[in-house]
């Protein structure tokens, strides 16, 4: 039976869903146009996710009005479509073995079940347990990403990772892209490594100096967005997805995904170069 489940540990909640997610249809981003979107608090004492969503909220969300909520006050509105939601929540997709956070963006509707909620381009952050500062400095991407996908009603692209479509935009090379060093594999982790496969303008950079190409929204500058098993499964297993996005408007520009094993770590690869270089 499919429903919302609350695990609760040490006042951490998440929402686990295990069915297919509702796209949403024209007449819920009509009704998203007239809604308030209520931001549902992380119940963990000790995380910064609300802050950071709240600032960026602030800085990028000019198409309806917000407001912040409880999760119990949620379970109280979830129902009315007067109201649209941003929660975080752990899914786990059919047809992969792992369970992902997410960035859920949906409709207030009158379904028992959280899966059936107009889905309204969500956002996936990472595998379920990584560290909140792994995806903390994008907030403001994931924000851009959330309302540019309603802006433009599109009933696809909502980051759905069984039906992840592989984009390549050559309009990257054309970009500053900026890196972490931590997310490179170790034959591409400099730029002069990376200059052997890719001979266009690459940066390694920090997450502060990534934080502040979104806050001042240059126009230039494009970012990976890496979503992999980290350290919270053995080695050897699980899949890596690789997302190359700019930091004005969230346009996606490449998506990759690859099995990690010994030859291919959960990284950016030289192959992923070589792809983004043609």
Known sequence: MKRLLIIATA????????????????????NFKKSTTLLVKDQNPFADYNQRLFEEMQRFWTITPFDVITFQEFEKKRNDNKYSFIILADIKQENLPHVYQFLNFVMGHPTKDFDKMPDLGSVPLSYRDIDEDNYLYKMGIFVQYMQRQALERSLIRNFSLTKLLEVKDGQVKNM??????????????????????????????????????ITEQREDVAILHKIGPEDTLQYGKGKTWKFIVTVKDA????????????????????????????
């Open 251 to 278: 346009h996606i520009l490449y998506t990759h995904s690859h099995e990690v094993d010994k030859q291919k770590p959960d990284a950016f690869l030289s192959s992923d170069f070589k792809n983004i270089s043609r």
């Open 11 to 30: 006042m951490l909640f998440c929402v686990t869903a295990t069915a297919q997610i509702r796209t949403a249809k024209k007449k819920d981003y009509d």
């Open 176 to 213: 500053e892209l900026w890196l972490l060093e931590d997310e490179l594999a170790p034959d591409v982790n400099t730029v002069e490594k990376i200059a052997q496969y890719y001979p266009y303008t690459v940066k390694i950079v920090t997450r502060d100096e990534i934080q502040q190409a």
